[in-house]
Each structure stands twice: as structure tokens, then as C-alpha cells.
């Protein structure tokens, strides 16, 4: 048994690290790049790469194999499986609140950002006071909020018109809804009237105790799913999936950030961004000079999907209530930092958990 738990174990190596490599070889590419022939592959690829944490599940079982056993496979397994997990994600795992990791913070301006997807799924629509008691609880200075409904945006605008005076509030029936909620005053950004602007995206200005901080609100394109129809089964299976939406909506937003010049400015780019932190355009919106709050305070994988009781799949079938991926950010140009951040629980009002984001604005 402990034999082929090692060559099983050594398999299990070989194809992540085969997966790896070719998933930052070939994701990288726009789909127009890449041959027919191979783009079933690249949909694939695309596909395993929202679910990268979840490949080393199996790895304390292959190092209990590999202890009892000292089977040399089992060794080798073990060791090229660990070192891909602490590539990926070891600085994940590193205390942040170490005596003297924290720059002094007494006396500077900070801003507590609240991004929210508040699912606006036919089936799973809510009542508003779940979603009020939420916001309540964050106590943010300021609400990004993802496919809020007409009747939620009137609830928001009255129910919040004291402490959040500031609103921008674009409802929607379907998925397209979102709002911007602010204790800060608050006036339109550059990027809501740039050519071929996000179809989700809110770009405003609000005014911290005298210092300008550009926020822009994006909601991106999720991976579009390839299905596949087999002989006697009833049911689609996915077979991959094509992120090029996505692609070209990052490549616009980073393109648009450097030319209006808000790299350099405090910005905060926040909300559903549908993607995961081992995607190319994770490493895109990173490499235009923006720090990702969870990597930078936060400890653990920082899941946000699937947060809620249960989310309706492919009809009858649901998804349990485990949490896959992390679609949820607060990124953050160089003349900020994370102080703390915080990854709500399950709850009955969503499918996602709420992220809360203390932020500091540093000098320039």
C-alpha cells in the first residue's frame, strides 16, 4: 500500500509541475495567439489554473507516505511538491505582526475599504437588512458594491444617506449593478469617460482630510465556460474555460491607469475582479505597480468564493459551501499601505464573502 501511495505520489508531482509549466508558458497568450489545434488545450489550462490551491490537498498524506516509507519516489514527490507550494504561496503563510513588521502608524490618514458582491442571482436574492447589517458591521469609510439590484439601491440610498452621504449608485436587474458609498465627498474620475471604458467600472475622487485618493471600482468578465455535450449524459460537462474577456478588460484598465497617470497618485483599484491570484492577469495589474492588500498584511489563502449556504450550478446541482477561490481585492498604488485586512465568514447574503481593507496614505 505504501508503495503505491508513493507512485502515486510521484505522479501527482510530475503532473502539477507539468501543469505549472505549461500554464505560465501558454496562459500568457491571447487566445488569438494560440493554434486551433491547441486551443482546447489553452481552455484547459485555463480552467485548472482558478483552482491552483486546491492541487496540494493531497500532500500531507504523500508526507506521512514518505516518512513511514522512505521510498525514494515518495521523497521526491514530496520535496518537488513542497517547494511548488512555497513558490506560490509560502508568503501567504508568514506571520505579518511580528514585533517591529509594522511601520509606526500613529497620527497618519488611513481609509477602511469595504468591497462587497452582493449577488444579485435570480434565485439567491436576499433581503436588504442582510446586506445592511454587513455593511454595518465593517464600519468602512467606503463601499464598493458589486450587482446590487433597484430595490437594494433604494434601500442603500436612504438607509446610509447619514453616514454615507456620498453615493453613486448605478442599480441594475441583472449582474451589471454597482455602487460606490463614501463618508469622504466624492467627484467623478478621468476613466468614466475614457474611450472604450469598462462596462463595469466606476472611477471616482474622494477627498481624505484634504488628500485626493483616486478609487477605481471594476467588476470584471468572469472566465467564459466551454461546455461539452457527451453521448448519454444528460448533463454539459465543462471542459475549459476562456479568459480572453477578462484579458482584454485588465489590459485596458492597466493601460488606462498609466496614461492618466494614477500609479503615481493614492489609488485604490478594489472589487470583483473574477480572477484568481495565479492568473496572468493577477500578474498583469501586480507588474503596473499595484500591491495586493492580502498578500501584503494578510495570512492564508484569503478565499472569498463560495461563501455563502449553498450556489445553484448546472440547474439542480449546488456547489457546497466550500470556499474554491479568491476573486475578491483591494489593490493599492506605492503611496499607500495595508494595515490589517479581513475576509468575512459565511453568511446568508451572499455567495461571496465581504473584504475589508484598512489602508494607510503615505506621504509623496
Given at each position: 500500500?505504501?508503495?503505491?501511495?508513493?507512485?502515486?505520489?510521484l505522479?501527482?508531482?510530475?503532473?502539477?509541475?507539468a501543469?505549472?509549466?505549461?500554464?505560465r508558458?501558454?496562459?500568457?497568450?491571447?487566445?488569438?495567439?494560440?493554434?486551433?489545434?491547441?486551443?482546447?488545450?489553452?481552455?484547459?489550462?485555463?480552467?485548472?489554473?482558478?483552482?491552483?490551491?486546491?492541487?496540494?490537498?493531497?500532500?500531507?498524506?504523500w508526507?506521512?507516505?514518505?516518512?513511514?516509507?522512505?521510498?525514494?519516489?515518495?521523497?521526491?514527490?514530496?520535496?518537488?511538491?513542497?517547494?511548488?507550494?512555497?513558490?506560490?504561496?509560502?508568503?501567504?503563510?508568514?506571520p505579518?505582526?511580528?514585533?517591529?513588521?509594522?511601520?509606526?502608524?500613529?497620527?497618519?490618514?488611513?481609509?477602511?475599504?469595504?468591497?462587497?458582491?452582493?449577488?444579485?442571482?435570480?434565485?439567491?436574492?436576499?433581503?436588504?437588512?442582510?446586506?445592511?447589517?454587513?455593511?454595518?458591521?465593517?464600519d468602512?469609510?467606503?463601499?464598493?458594491?458589486?450587482?446590487?439590484?433597484?430595490?437594494?439601491?433604494?434601500?442603500?440610498?436612504?438607509?446610509?444617506?447619514?453616514?454615507?452621504?456620498?453615493?453613486?449608485?448605478?442599480?441594475?436587474?441583472?449582474?451589471?449593478?454597482?455602487?460606490?458609498?463614501?463618508?469622504?465627498?466624492?467627484?467623478?474620475?478621468?476613466?468614466?469617460?475614457?474611450?472604450?471604458?469598462l462596462?463595469?467600472?466606476q472611477?471616482?475622487?474622494?477627498?481624505v482630510?484634504?488628500?485626493?485618493?483616486?478609487?477605481?471600482?471594476?467588476?470584471?468578465?468572469?472566465?467564459?465556460?466551454?461546455?461539452?455535450?457527451?453521448?448519454?449524459?444528460?448533463?454539459?460537462?465543462?471542459?475549459?474555460?476562456?479568459?480572453?474577456?477578462?484579458?482584454?478588460?485588465?489590459?485596458w484598465?492597466?493601460?488606462?491607469?498609466?496614461?492618466?497617470?494614477?500609479?503615481?497618485?493614492?489609488?485604490v483599484?478594489?472589487?470583483?475582479?473574477?480572477?484568481?491570484?495565479?492568473?496572468p492577469?493577477?500578474?498583469?495589474?501586480?507588474?503596473?505597480?499595484?500591491?495586493d492588500?492580502?498578500r501584503?498584511?494578510?495570512?492564508?489563502?484569503?478565499?472569498?468564493?463560495?461563501?455563502?449556504?449553498?450556489?445553484?450550478?448546472v440547474?439542480?446541482?449546488?456547489?457546497?459551501?466550500?470556499?474554491?477561490?479568491?476573486?475578491?481585492?483591494?489593490?493599492?498604488?506605492?503611496?499607500?499601505?495595508?494595515?490589517?485586512?479581513?475576509?468575512?465568514?459565511?453568511?446568508?447574503?451572499?455567495?461571496?464573502?465581504?473584504?475589508?481593507?484598512?489602508?494607510?496614505?503615505?506621504?509623496?
Amino acid at each position: 500500500m505504501l508503495k503505491l501511495l508513493s507512485r502515486v505520489a510521484l505522479v501527482h508531482a510530475v503532473a502539477l509541475g507539468a501543469y505549472l509549466l505549461a500554464s505560465r508558458l501558454m496562459l500568457p497568450l491571447d487566445a488569438t495567439q494560440v493554434p486551433r489545434l491547441l486551443l482546447p488545450a489553452y481552455e484547459f489550462l485555463a480552467l485548472l489554473n482558478e483552482g491552483t490551491p486546491w492541487y496540494f490537498v493531497p500532500l500531507p498524506l504523500w508526507m506521512i507516505a514518505a516518512a513511514v516509507s522512505k521510498h525514494r519516489s515518495a521523497i521526491i514527490a514530496v520535496v518537488g511538491l513542497v517547494a511548488c507550494f512555497l513558490w506560490l504561496y509560502g508568503p501567504l503563510f508568514i506571520p505579518k505582526s511580528l514585533p517591529g513588521s509594522m511601520p509606526n502608524s500613529r497620527g497618519e490618514t488611513r481609509l477602511r475599504v469595504m468591497t462587497f458582491n452582493v449577488s444579485n442571482l435570480s434565485s439567491q436574492v436576499r433581503p436588504p437588512a442582510l446586506v445592511l447589517d454587513i455593511i454595518e458591521e465593517a464600519d468602512a469609510d467606503l463601499l464598493l458594491l458589486q450587482e446590487i439590484s433597484p430595490e437594494l439601491s433604494e434601500v442603500l440610498a436612504e438607509t446610509l444617506s447619514a453616514t454615507h452621504r456620498y453615493q453613486k449608485l448605478e442599480p441594475h436587474a441583472g449582474f451589471e449593478g454597482m455602487g460606490i458609498l463614501s463618508r469622504y465627498p466624492m467627484a467623478a474620475g478621468a476613466l468614466n469617460s475614457a474611450d472604450g471604458r469598462l462596462e463595469r467600472m466606476q472611477h471616482v475622487v474622494i477627498q481624505v482630510q484634504g488628500l485626493a485618493v483616486h478609487v477605481v471600482h471594476v467588476h470584471f468578465d468572469p472566465p467564459r465556460p466551454r461546455m461539452l455535450r457527451l453521448p448519454r449524459v444528460p448533463i454539459p460537462i465543462v471542459a475549459g474555460v476562456s479568459p480572453q474577456a477578462r484579458r482584454d478588460e485588465t489590459t485596458w484598465l492597466v493601460d488606462a491607469l498609466h496614461s492618466h497617470g494614477l500609479v503615481s497618485e493614492h489609488l485604490v483599484v478594489a472589487g470583483d475582479l473574477n480572477l484568481s491570484d495565479q492568473t496572468p492577469e493577477y500578474r498583469q495589474l501586480i507588474g503596473a505597480g499595484l500591491t495586493d492588500s492580502h498578500r501584503a498584511v494578510g495570512w492564508g489563502f484569503g478565499h472569498t468564493w463560495n461563501a455563502g449556504p449553498h450556489t445553484p450550478y448546472v440547474g439542480r446541482f449546488t456547489l457546497s459551501p466550500l470556499r474554491l477561490i479568491r476573486l475578491d481585492y483591494a489593490l493599492y498604488s506605492p503611496s499607500m499601505a495595508a494595515r490589517s485586512i479581513r475576509i468575512g465568514g459565511e453568511s446568508a447574503a451572499s455567495d461571496h464573502a465581504p473584504l475589508v481593507a484598512d489602508l494607510a496614505l503615505l506621504p509623496r
